[in-house]
Protein backbone atom coordinates (compact mmCIF):
# COMPACT_ATOMS: atom_id res chain seq x y z
CA UNK A 1 0.00 0.00 0.00
CA UNK A 2 1.40 3.35 -0.31
CA UNK A 3 4.14 4.69 -2.48
CA UNK A 4 2.46 5.70 -5.56
CA UNK A 5 3.13 9.41 -5.96
CA UNK A 6 -0.33 10.81 -4.81
CA UNK A 7 -0.65 8.21 -1.44
CA UNK A 8 -1.07 9.66 1.82
CA UNK A 9 1.56 10.88 4.12
CA UNK A 10 1.69 12.02 7.23
CA UNK A 11 4.74 13.70 8.83
CA UNK A 12 4.69 14.30 12.59
CA UNK A 13 6.93 16.99 14.56
CA UNK A 14 7.52 16.63 18.16
CA UNK A 15 8.43 19.29 20.01
CA UNK A 16 8.48 18.16 23.77
CA UNK A 17 7.58 20.18 26.49
CA UNK A 18 6.61 22.63 23.83
CA UNK A 19 4.04 25.39 25.24
CA UNK A 20 1.64 27.89 24.04
CA UNK A 21 2.30 29.74 27.21
CA UNK A 22 6.31 30.96 25.81
CA UNK A 23 4.97 30.36 21.81
CA UNK A 24 2.05 32.75 22.25
CA UNK A 25 4.11 36.23 22.53
CA UNK A 26 6.81 34.55 20.00
CA UNK A 27 4.27 34.20 17.47
CA UNK A 28 2.15 37.28 18.01
CA UNK A 29 5.87 39.55 17.54
CA UNK A 30 6.51 37.46 14.19
CA UNK A 31 9.62 35.19 16.12
CA UNK A 32 7.91 32.13 14.78
CA UNK A 33 6.97 32.64 11.44
CA UNK A 34 7.20 28.80 9.95
CA UNK A 35 4.68 27.69 13.24
CA UNK A 36 2.40 30.97 12.78
CA UNK A 37 2.09 29.90 8.90
CA UNK A 38 1.05 26.37 9.71
CA UNK A 39 -1.07 27.30 12.39
CA UNK A 40 -2.83 30.37 9.79
CA UNK A 41 -3.25 28.14 6.74
CA UNK A 42 -4.21 24.59 9.42
CA UNK A 43 -5.71 24.22 12.87
CA UNK A 44 -4.28 24.66 16.11
CA UNK A 45 -5.26 24.27 19.95
CA UNK A 46 -4.07 22.80 23.17
CA UNK A 47 -3.13 18.94 23.60
CA UNK A 48 -3.93 17.63 26.89
CA UNK A 49 -1.51 15.00 27.69
CA UNK A 50 -2.21 11.57 29.68
CA UNK A 51 -1.75 11.21 33.37
CA UNK A 52 0.76 11.46 34.53
CA UNK A 53 2.23 14.04 32.14
CA UNK A 54 5.23 12.95 31.89
CA UNK A 55 7.15 12.01 28.78
CA UNK A 56 7.14 8.11 28.81
CA UNK A 57 3.36 7.73 29.34
CA UNK A 58 2.18 10.20 27.09
CA UNK A 59 4.78 9.54 24.38
CA UNK A 60 3.82 6.33 24.63
CA UNK A 61 -0.30 7.33 24.79
CA UNK A 62 0.47 8.93 21.49
CA UNK A 63 2.16 6.32 19.94
CA UNK A 64 -1.05 3.33 20.95
CA UNK A 65 -3.70 5.96 20.97
CA UNK A 66 -4.37 4.52 24.55
CA UNK A 67 -4.16 5.28 28.18
CA UNK A 68 -2.03 3.65 30.42
CA UNK A 69 -4.12 0.97 32.02
CA UNK A 70 -3.96 -0.54 28.22
CA UNK A 71 -0.24 -0.26 27.23
CA UNK A 72 1.29 -0.44 30.97
CA UNK A 73 3.81 2.47 30.89
CA UNK A 74 3.37 5.15 33.37
CA UNK A 75 6.38 5.87 33.66
CA UNK A 76 10.43 5.86 33.03
CA UNK A 77 10.44 3.89 35.96
CA UNK A 78 7.65 0.98 37.58
CA UNK A 79 7.32 -0.49 41.18
CA UNK A 80 8.53 -3.80 41.16
CA UNK A 81 5.37 -6.35 42.05
CA UNK A 82 5.63 -7.99 45.48
CA UNK A 83 8.26 -5.13 46.46
CA UNK A 84 8.95 -1.52 47.18
CA UNK A 85 12.33 -0.92 44.86
CA UNK A 86 11.55 0.09 41.27
CA UNK A 87 13.31 -0.79 38.16
CA UNK A 88 13.96 0.84 34.60
CA UNK A 89 11.30 0.38 31.89
CA UNK A 90 12.08 -0.04 27.92
CA UNK A 91 10.18 -0.88 24.75
CA UNK A 92 9.80 -4.12 25.40
CA UNK A 93 7.40 -3.02 28.59
CA UNK A 94 5.21 -1.82 26.19
CA UNK A 95 2.24 -4.29 25.30
CA UNK A 96 0.47 -2.46 22.80
CA UNK A 97 1.20 -2.20 18.95
CA UNK A 98 2.31 1.27 18.37
CA UNK A 99 1.43 3.51 15.22
CA UNK A 100 4.20 2.55 13.19
CA UNK A 101 3.96 -1.18 14.01
CA UNK A 102 0.59 -1.01 12.85
CA UNK A 103 1.43 0.77 9.82
CA UNK A 104 4.17 -1.14 9.19
CA UNK A 105 2.33 -4.36 9.54
CA UNK A 106 -0.03 -2.93 6.65
CA UNK A 107 3.05 -2.69 4.35
CA UNK A 108 3.36 1.01 4.27
CA UNK A 109 6.79 2.79 5.20
CA UNK A 110 7.83 4.21 8.06
CA UNK A 111 10.51 6.05 9.56
CA UNK A 112 10.64 6.99 13.83
CA UNK A 113 13.76 8.97 15.04
CA UNK A 114 14.31 9.97 18.78
CA UNK A 115 10.71 8.88 19.99
CA UNK A 116 11.12 8.28 24.30
CA UNK A 117 10.45 4.69 25.20
CA UNK A 118 11.90 3.06 21.37
CA UNK A 119 14.56 1.14 22.96
CA UNK A 120 15.94 -1.51 22.80
CA UNK A 121 14.58 -0.91 18.49
CA UNK A 122 12.18 -3.63 17.44
CA UNK A 123 11.70 -4.08 13.40
CA UNK A 124 9.36 -2.01 11.06
CA UNK A 125 8.52 -1.91 7.24
CA UNK A 126 11.23 1.16 7.14
CA UNK A 127 13.92 2.72 9.81
CA UNK A 128 14.10 3.63 13.62
CA UNK A 129 16.42 5.17 15.90
CA UNK A 130 15.65 4.63 19.15
CA UNK A 131 15.46 7.68 21.69
CA UNK A 132 16.49 9.00 25.47
CA UNK A 133 16.46 5.30 27.03
CA UNK A 134 19.34 4.22 24.65
CA UNK A 135 22.08 3.69 26.89
CA UNK A 136 24.82 5.38 24.47
CA UNK A 137 25.73 5.23 20.80
CA UNK A 138 27.62 2.04 20.85
CA UNK A 139 24.47 0.04 21.70
CA UNK A 140 22.41 -1.58 18.84
CA UNK A 141 20.13 1.49 18.75
CA UNK A 142 18.78 1.31 15.23
CA UNK A 143 16.32 -0.80 13.07
CA UNK A 144 17.83 -1.95 10.78
CA UNK A 145 20.83 -2.20 12.97
CA UNK A 146 23.29 -1.37 10.23
CA UNK A 147 21.15 1.94 9.65
CA UNK A 148 23.43 3.37 12.97
CA UNK A 149 26.64 3.42 11.27
CA UNK A 150 25.67 4.70 8.57
CA UNK A 151 24.01 7.48 10.32
CA UNK A 152 26.82 8.59 12.37
CA UNK A 153 28.88 8.77 9.54
CA UNK A 154 26.26 11.17 7.84
CA UNK A 155 25.77 13.11 10.63
CA UNK A 156 28.80 13.78 12.80
CA UNK A 157 28.42 14.49 15.85
CA UNK A 158 24.58 12.96 16.69
CA UNK A 159 24.03 12.16 20.41
CA UNK A 160 21.05 11.25 22.33
CA UNK A 161 21.28 13.63 25.21
CA UNK A 162 22.88 16.45 26.65
CA UNK A 163 25.12 15.92 28.93
CA UNK A 164 23.97 17.89 32.45
CA UNK A 165 27.21 17.71 34.88
CA UNK A 166 26.29 17.58 38.59
CA UNK A 167 29.86 17.93 39.32
CA UNK A 168 30.49 21.45 38.01
CA UNK A 169 29.17 25.08 39.03
CA UNK A 170 25.39 25.74 38.12
CA UNK A 171 26.29 28.41 35.52
CA UNK A 172 29.48 26.05 33.72
CA UNK A 173 26.33 23.42 33.37
CA UNK A 174 23.62 25.97 31.97
CA UNK A 175 26.36 27.05 29.15
CA UNK A 176 27.15 23.42 28.39
CA UNK A 177 22.60 22.63 27.98
CA UNK A 178 22.54 25.63 25.77
CA UNK A 179 25.33 24.28 23.76
CA UNK A 180 24.49 21.00 23.16
CA UNK A 181 20.85 21.41 22.88
CA UNK A 182 21.37 23.86 19.96
CA UNK A 183 24.03 21.91 18.21
CA UNK A 184 21.80 18.39 19.40
CA UNK A 185 19.14 20.24 17.25
CA UNK A 186 20.70 20.82 14.52
CA UNK A 187 22.10 17.51 14.29
CA UNK A 188 18.48 15.96 15.01
CA UNK A 189 17.13 17.81 12.31
CA UNK A 190 20.11 16.30 9.45
CA UNK A 191 19.38 12.93 10.75
CA UNK A 192 15.78 13.42 9.80
CA UNK A 193 16.71 14.71 6.40
CA UNK A 194 18.90 11.65 6.27
CA UNK A 195 16.51 9.35 6.67
CA UNK A 196 14.01 10.26 4.55
CA UNK A 197 16.93 9.95 2.10
CA UNK A 198 17.47 6.41 3.01
CA UNK A 199 13.71 5.53 2.80
CA UNK A 200 12.88 6.94 -0.40
CA UNK A 201 9.66 7.01 -0.34
CA UNK A 202 7.59 7.04 3.18
CA UNK A 203 4.04 6.97 4.12
CA UNK A 204 4.81 7.65 8.14
CA UNK A 205 7.71 9.81 9.88
CA UNK A 206 8.04 11.41 13.26
CA UNK A 207 10.93 13.50 14.82
CA UNK A 208 11.07 14.30 17.83
CA UNK A 209 13.09 17.40 19.41
CA UNK A 210 13.94 16.80 22.93
CA UNK A 211 16.18 19.74 23.66
CA UNK A 212 13.46 22.14 24.34
CA UNK A 213 12.11 19.82 27.65
CA UNK A 214 15.83 20.24 28.97
CA UNK A 215 16.44 23.97 28.29
CA UNK A 216 12.90 24.98 29.71
CA UNK A 217 13.42 22.66 33.21
CA UNK A 218 16.76 23.95 33.97
CA UNK A 219 16.83 27.53 32.72
CA UNK A 220 13.09 28.80 33.17
CA UNK A 221 13.99 30.80 36.55
CA UNK A 222 16.49 32.95 34.06
CA UNK A 223 13.19 33.76 31.66
CA UNK A 224 11.30 34.67 34.65
CA UNK A 225 12.34 37.03 36.84
CA UNK A 226 9.78 36.49 39.49
CA UNK A 227 10.76 33.32 39.74
CA UNK A 228 12.14 32.85 43.60
CA UNK A 229 15.73 31.27 41.83
CA UNK A 230 16.16 34.33 39.30
CA UNK A 231 19.65 35.75 39.04
CA UNK A 232 20.12 38.91 37.27
CA UNK A 233 23.86 37.92 36.68
CA UNK A 234 22.49 34.56 34.83
CA UNK A 235 19.53 35.28 33.37
CA UNK A 236 21.74 38.22 31.33
CA UNK A 237 23.75 35.02 29.97
CA UNK A 238 20.72 32.77 29.26
CA UNK A 239 17.62 34.92 30.18
CA UNK A 240 17.21 34.68 26.22
CA UNK A 241 17.73 30.77 25.99
CA UNK A 242 14.62 29.23 25.89
CA UNK A 243 12.88 31.67 23.30
CA UNK A 244 15.94 31.48 21.30
CA UNK A 245 15.91 27.88 21.27
CA UNK A 246 11.89 28.07 19.67
CA UNK A 247 13.08 30.56 16.95
CA UNK A 248 15.77 27.36 16.47
CA UNK A 249 13.33 25.03 16.35
CA UNK A 250 10.45 26.87 13.94
CA UNK A 251 13.77 27.20 11.32
CA UNK A 252 13.80 23.34 11.47
CA UNK A 253 10.22 22.90 11.32
CA UNK A 254 10.46 25.19 8.28
CA UNK A 255 13.10 23.19 6.55
CA UNK A 256 11.43 19.58 6.97
CA UNK A 257 8.63 21.20 5.39
CA UNK A 258 10.39 21.62 2.09
CA UNK A 259 10.48 18.12 2.08
CA UNK A 260 6.77 17.58 1.84
CA UNK A 261 3.97 18.02 -0.47
CA UNK A 262 0.78 19.78 1.30
CA UNK A 263 -1.09 18.08 -1.32
CA UNK A 264 -0.53 14.57 -0.28
CA UNK A 265 1.08 15.09 2.88
CA UNK A 266 -0.56 16.31 6.18
CA UNK A 267 2.27 17.82 8.82
CA UNK A 268 1.39 17.47 12.76
CA UNK A 269 3.39 19.43 15.07
CA UNK A 270 2.66 18.64 19.05
CA UNK A 271 3.93 18.17 22.28
CA UNK A 272 3.57 15.70 24.51
CA UNK A 273 2.85 18.03 27.77
CA UNK A 274 3.00 21.65 28.46
CA UNK A 275 6.03 23.22 30.82
CA UNK A 276 6.05 26.36 33.32
CA UNK A 277 7.74 27.53 36.27
CA UNK A 278 7.92 25.53 39.25
CA UNK A 279 8.72 28.18 42.47
CA UNK A 280 9.05 25.07 45.46
CA UNK A 281 9.06 21.96 44.42
CA UNK A 282 6.84 19.25 46.50
CA UNK A 283 8.96 16.59 48.50
CA UNK A 284 5.79 13.72 48.79
CA UNK A 285 7.65 11.42 51.38
CA UNK A 286 8.90 14.12 53.74
CA UNK A 287 5.23 15.54 53.67
CA UNK A 288 3.83 11.62 54.31
CA UNK A 289 6.15 11.39 57.11
CA UNK A 290 5.02 14.94 58.67
CA UNK A 291 1.18 13.91 58.59
CA UNK A 292 2.07 10.35 60.50
CA UNK A 293 1.69 8.13 56.99
CA UNK A 294 5.28 6.86 56.52
CA UNK A 295 7.29 6.14 59.53
CA UNK A 296 11.30 6.51 59.62
CA UNK A 297 12.71 3.20 60.75
CA UNK A 298 15.87 5.07 61.97
CA UNK A 299 16.48 8.96 62.42
CA UNK A 300 18.49 9.46 59.32
CA UNK A 301 16.18 11.37 57.39
CA UNK A 302 17.18 14.66 58.37
CA UNK A 303 20.98 13.59 57.92
CA UNK A 304 20.57 11.94 54.59
CA UNK A 305 18.93 15.18 53.09
CA UNK A 306 21.53 17.55 54.02
CA UNK A 307 23.96 15.20 52.60
CA UNK A 308 22.34 15.28 49.53
CA UNK A 309 22.04 18.93 49.85
CA UNK A 310 25.74 19.28 50.51
CA UNK A 311 26.82 17.32 47.59
CA UNK A 312 24.96 19.19 45.19
CA UNK A 313 25.69 22.20 46.48
CA UNK A 314 29.33 21.51 46.07
CA UNK A 315 29.49 19.43 42.99
CA UNK A 316 30.66 16.44 44.46
CA UNK A 317 27.75 14.75 43.81
CA UNK A 318 28.53 13.61 40.40
CA UNK A 319 32.03 12.43 41.65
CA UNK A 320 30.95 10.49 44.37
CA UNK A 321 28.31 8.70 42.15
CA UNK A 322 31.49 8.16 39.06
CA UNK A 323 33.53 6.41 41.59
CA UNK A 324 30.37 4.60 43.35
CA UNK A 325 29.67 3.36 40.02
CA UNK A 326 33.34 1.86 39.55
CA UNK A 327 33.76 0.20 43.08
CA UNK A 328 30.62 -1.20 43.50
CA UNK A 329 29.78 -2.46 39.28
CA UNK A 330 25.43 -3.00 39.25
CA UNK A 331 24.90 -1.74 42.65
CA UNK A 332 25.42 2.06 42.25
CA UNK A 333 22.03 2.08 40.02
CA UNK A 334 19.72 4.64 41.20
CA UNK A 335 17.12 2.49 41.47
CA UNK A 336 18.74 -0.06 43.69
CA UNK A 337 20.12 2.40 46.13
CA UNK A 338 16.53 4.16 45.96
CA UNK A 339 15.56 0.44 47.13
CA UNK A 340 17.72 0.22 49.58
CA UNK A 341 16.94 3.37 51.14
CA UNK A 342 13.42 2.57 51.38
CA UNK A 343 14.70 -0.83 52.96
CA UNK A 344 16.46 0.40 55.33
CA UNK A 345 14.58 4.11 56.33
CA UNK A 346 11.48 3.21 56.04
CA UNK A 347 9.65 1.37 59.17
CA UNK A 348 6.78 -0.31 56.97
CA UNK A 349 5.50 -2.04 59.72
CA UNK A 350 4.20 1.76 60.74
CA UNK A 351 3.62 2.93 57.29
CA UNK A 352 0.55 3.21 55.39
CA UNK A 353 1.71 5.20 52.41
CA UNK A 354 4.92 5.77 50.21
CA UNK A 355 5.69 7.65 47.22
CA UNK A 356 8.48 6.28 44.37
CA UNK A 357 9.37 7.02 41.31
CA UNK A 358 6.72 6.40 38.92
CA UNK A 359 5.05 9.57 40.42
CA UNK A 360 2.21 8.43 42.37
CA UNK A 361 1.14 7.47 46.35
CA UNK A 362 1.07 3.64 46.91
CA UNK A 363 -0.65 1.86 50.13
CA UNK A 364 1.08 -0.29 51.66
CA UNK A 365 -1.86 -3.13 51.19
CA UNK A 366 -1.59 -6.00 53.02
CA UNK A 367 -1.24 -9.05 51.27
CA UNK A 368 0.08 -6.78 48.33
CA UNK A 369 3.32 -5.31 49.70
CA UNK A 370 5.88 -7.77 51.41
CA UNK A 371 5.42 -5.68 54.80
CA UNK A 372 1.97 -4.21 54.25
CA UNK A 373 -0.40 -3.15 57.16
CA UNK A 374 -3.04 -1.20 55.23
CA UNK A 375 -6.84 -3.87 54.96
CA UNK A 376 -7.99 -4.41 51.66
CA UNK A 377 -11.65 -2.91 51.32
CA UNK A 378 -13.00 -0.55 54.00
CA UNK A 379 -10.15 0.75 54.93
CA UNK A 380 -8.30 0.90 52.32
CA UNK A 381 -10.99 3.13 50.53
CA UNK A 382 -11.37 5.15 53.81
CA UNK A 383 -7.29 5.89 53.59
CA UNK A 384 -7.70 6.84 50.05
CA UNK A 385 -10.73 9.52 50.60
CA UNK A 386 -8.81 10.62 53.41
CA UNK A 387 -5.81 11.69 51.15
CA UNK A 388 -7.80 13.18 48.67
CA UNK A 389 -9.05 15.46 50.98
CA UNK A 390 -5.87 16.41 52.58
CA UNK A 391 -3.82 16.29 49.15
CA UNK A 392 -6.74 18.95 48.26
CA UNK A 393 -6.67 20.93 51.00
CA UNK A 394 -2.81 21.21 50.99
CA UNK A 395 -1.63 24.73 50.48
CA UNK A 396 1.44 26.13 49.17
CA UNK A 397 3.62 28.06 51.93
CA UNK A 398 5.14 30.89 49.59
CA UNK A 399 1.37 31.98 48.08
CA UNK A 400 -0.96 30.46 50.27
CA UNK A 401 -2.83 28.63 46.89
CA UNK A 402 -3.60 24.91 46.30
CA UNK A 403 -0.89 22.62 45.31
CA UNK A 404 -3.23 19.79 43.61
CA UNK A 405 -5.87 20.33 41.82
CA UNK A 406 -7.37 16.70 41.88
CA UNK A 407 -6.78 13.06 43.38
CA UNK A 408 -7.67 10.19 41.19
CA UNK A 409 -8.27 6.22 42.19
CA UNK A 410 -6.23 4.27 39.48
CA UNK A 411 -9.36 2.14 38.89
CA UNK A 412 -11.87 5.51 38.15
CA UNK A 413 -8.83 6.71 36.12
CA UNK A 414 -7.51 4.06 33.69
CA UNK A 415 -9.24 1.56 31.84
CA UNK A 416 -7.23 -2.10 30.92
CA UNK A 417 -5.37 -4.94 32.13
CA UNK A 418 -2.18 -3.43 33.24
CA UNK A 419 -4.73 -0.51 35.82
CA UNK A 420 -3.48 -2.11 38.78
CA UNK A 421 0.68 -1.72 37.89
CA UNK A 422 -0.35 2.21 38.48
CA UNK A 423 -0.12 3.65 42.17
CA UNK A 424 -3.26 3.83 43.83
CA UNK A 425 -3.26 7.63 43.59
CA UNK A 426 -2.48 10.03 41.08
CA UNK A 427 -2.58 13.78 41.35
CA UNK A 428 -3.11 17.00 39.00
CA UNK A 429 -0.89 19.38 40.11
CA UNK A 430 -2.32 23.25 40.49
CA UNK A 431 -1.13 25.45 38.12
CA UNK A 432 -1.51 28.59 37.50
CA UNK A 433 -0.71 29.42 33.72
CA UNK A 434 -1.52 33.22 33.74
CA UNK A 435 1.37 33.71 35.84
CA UNK A 436 3.71 30.55 33.47
CA UNK A 437 3.86 28.31 36.33
CA UNK A 438 2.65 25.33 38.13
CA UNK A 439 3.31 22.97 41.27
CA UNK A 440 5.07 19.49 40.87
CA UNK A 441 6.53 16.73 42.96
CA UNK A 442 10.46 16.82 43.18
CA UNK A 443 12.56 13.69 41.51
CA UNK A 444 14.41 13.48 45.14
CA UNK A 445 12.69 10.74 47.02
CA UNK A 446 13.53 12.65 50.43
CA UNK A 447 13.80 16.27 50.92
CA UNK A 448 14.94 18.49 54.72
CA UNK A 449 11.10 19.90 54.00
CA UNK A 450 7.52 19.18 52.23
CA UNK A 451 8.47 22.14 50.18
CA UNK A 452 11.95 23.20 49.15
CA UNK A 453 14.18 23.83 46.01
CA UNK A 454 15.82 21.32 43.56
CA UNK A 455 17.95 22.05 40.62
CA UNK A 456 15.26 22.75 38.46
CA UNK A 457 13.17 25.44 38.01
CA UNK A 458 10.82 24.00 35.80
CA UNK A 459 8.28 21.02 35.57
CA UNK A 460 6.00 19.64 33.51
CA UNK A 461 2.09 20.92 32.94
CA UNK A 462 -0.45 19.25 31.41
CA UNK A 463 -1.47 20.71 28.38
CA UNK A 464 1.13 20.40 25.27
CA UNK A 465 0.83 22.14 21.80
CA UNK A 466 -0.79 20.67 18.88
CA UNK A 467 -1.33 21.91 15.04
CA UNK A 468 -1.82 20.71 11.69
CA UNK A 469 -1.85 21.18 8.14
CA UNK A 470 -1.53 20.28 4.68
CA UNK A 471 -3.98 17.32 3.51
CA UNK A 472 -7.38 17.09 4.77
CA UNK A 473 -6.59 19.76 7.43
CA UNK A 474 -9.21 22.45 7.83
CA UNK A 475 -7.75 26.17 7.47
CA UNK A 476 -7.74 28.86 10.41
CA UNK A 477 -9.60 26.62 12.80
CA UNK A 478 -9.26 26.45 16.73
CA UNK A 479 -9.36 22.69 18.11
CA UNK A 480 -10.35 21.98 21.32
CA UNK A 481 -10.53 19.17 23.64
CA UNK A 482 -8.29 17.45 22.03
CA UNK A 483 -5.99 14.65 23.60
CA UNK A 484 -3.00 12.73 23.42
CA UNK A 485 -4.92 9.72 22.39
CA UNK A 486 -6.88 10.87 20.08
CA UNK A 487 -3.26 11.98 17.73
CA UNK A 488 -2.69 7.86 16.91
CA UNK A 489 -6.68 6.83 15.97
CA UNK A 490 -6.78 10.78 13.46
CA UNK A 491 -3.01 9.94 11.62
CA UNK A 492 -4.25 5.87 11.18
CA UNK A 493 -7.49 7.77 9.52
CA UNK A 494 -5.96 10.56 7.68
CA UNK A 495 -3.75 7.21 6.23
CA UNK A 496 -6.75 5.34 5.04
CA UNK A 497 -6.17 2.72 7.76
CA UNK A 498 -8.46 1.22 10.05
CA UNK A 499 -8.25 2.26 13.59
CA UNK A 500 -8.18 -0.52 16.16
CA UNK A 501 -11.18 -1.14 19.23
CA UNK A 502 -8.89 -1.06 21.64
CA UNK A 503 -7.78 2.61 21.11
CA UNK A 504 -9.44 4.98 23.52
CA UNK A 505 -8.59 8.36 21.30
CA UNK A 506 -11.39 9.32 18.77
CA UNK A 507 -10.89 10.59 15.07
CA UNK A 508 -10.37 14.55 15.45
CA UNK A 509 -13.43 15.14 12.44
CA UNK A 510 -12.99 19.15 13.90
CA UNK A 511 -10.00 20.07 12.76
CA UNK A 512 -10.50 17.36 9.13
CA UNK A 513 -11.42 18.72 5.95
CA UNK A 514 -15.37 17.93 5.07
CA UNK A 515 -14.94 16.81 1.93
CA UNK A 516 -12.61 14.18 3.31
CA UNK A 517 -14.95 13.17 5.71
CA UNK A 518 -17.77 12.47 4.07
CA UNK A 519 -16.36 10.47 1.17
CA UNK A 520 -13.79 8.41 3.56
CA UNK A 521 -15.95 6.73 6.38
CA UNK A 522 -14.62 5.42 9.51
CA UNK A 523 -13.28 1.75 10.18
CA UNK A 524 -12.39 0.60 13.61
CA UNK A 525 -11.31 -3.22 13.94
CA UNK A 526 -9.97 -5.68 16.57
CA UNK A 527 -6.36 -6.07 15.92
CA UNK A 528 -5.26 -9.60 16.85
CA UNK A 529 -1.27 -8.56 15.80
CA UNK A 530 1.46 -8.93 18.78
CA UNK A 531 3.47 -6.10 19.70
CA UNK A 532 6.72 -6.51 18.11
CA UNK A 533 9.70 -7.18 20.39
CA UNK A 534 13.82 -6.54 20.53
CA UNK A 535 15.52 -9.98 21.53
CA UNK A 536 18.23 -7.36 23.10
CA UNK A 537 18.01 -6.59 26.82
CA UNK A 538 20.00 -3.77 28.39
CA UNK A 539 23.67 -4.37 28.97
CA UNK A 540 25.49 -4.66 32.19
CA UNK A 541 26.12 -1.37 32.59
CA UNK A 542 23.64 0.13 31.10
CA UNK A 543 21.43 0.77 33.52
CA UNK A 544 23.64 2.59 35.27
CA UNK A 545 24.38 4.96 32.04
CA UNK A 546 20.24 5.15 31.26
CA UNK A 547 18.96 6.22 34.94
CA UNK A 548 21.74 8.44 35.52
CA UNK A 549 20.61 10.42 32.44
CA UNK A 550 17.13 10.30 33.27
CA UNK A 551 18.18 11.40 37.02
CA UNK A 552 20.49 14.05 35.48
CA UNK A 553 17.34 15.46 33.52
CA UNK A 554 14.77 15.63 35.84
CA UNK A 555 12.91 12.06 36.09
CA UNK A 556 14.69 10.37 38.43
Same mark, same amino acid.
Given at each position: ???????????????????????????????????????????????????????????????????????????????????????????????????????????????????????????????????????????????????????????????????????????????????????????????????????????????????????????????????????????????????????????????????????????????????????????????????????? *????? #???? =? %???? !??? &?? $?? /??????????????????????????????????????????????????????????????????????????????????????????????????????????????????????? *????? #???? =? %???? !??? &?? $?? /???????????????????????????????????????????????????????????????????????????????????????????????????
Amino acid at each position: MGHHPNAPKVLVIGLDSATWLVMKPLLETGRLPNLGRLMAEGVHGPLRSSIPYVSAAAWVSFATGSNPGRHGVYDFARKRAGDYGVELINANMVRLPTLWHLLSEQGLRVGVLNVPVTYPPAPVQGVLVAGMLTPDLRSNFTYPPELGERLLQAVPGYRLEPTILGAVPRIDMKERLQREVTEGAERRAAAARFLMRELGTWDFFIVVFTGLDRLQTYLWDDMDSRHPLHDPASAERFGGAIPAHYEQLDHLVGELLEAVDPRTTTVVVMSDHGLGGVHQFFFPNRWLAEEGYLRW *RHSTS #AAVA =W %GRRF !FKR &TG $LG /GLVKRAAVRLLPGWAVPSRLRSMTLAWDVDWARTRVFWTTDNGFWLNVKGREPQGIVEPGTEYDTLCEELRERLLALRDPLYGEPVVAEVWRRDALYEGPFTDESPDLRVVWHEVPEER *RTHFA #ANEP =W %GEYA !FGY &TT $LS /GDHMRDGILIAWGRGVQQGIHVERATIFDLAPTILYLLDQPVPDHMDGRVLYSMLDPALVSRQPEVRQRVHMPKPRSVEVFAPGDEEVVEQRLRDLGYW
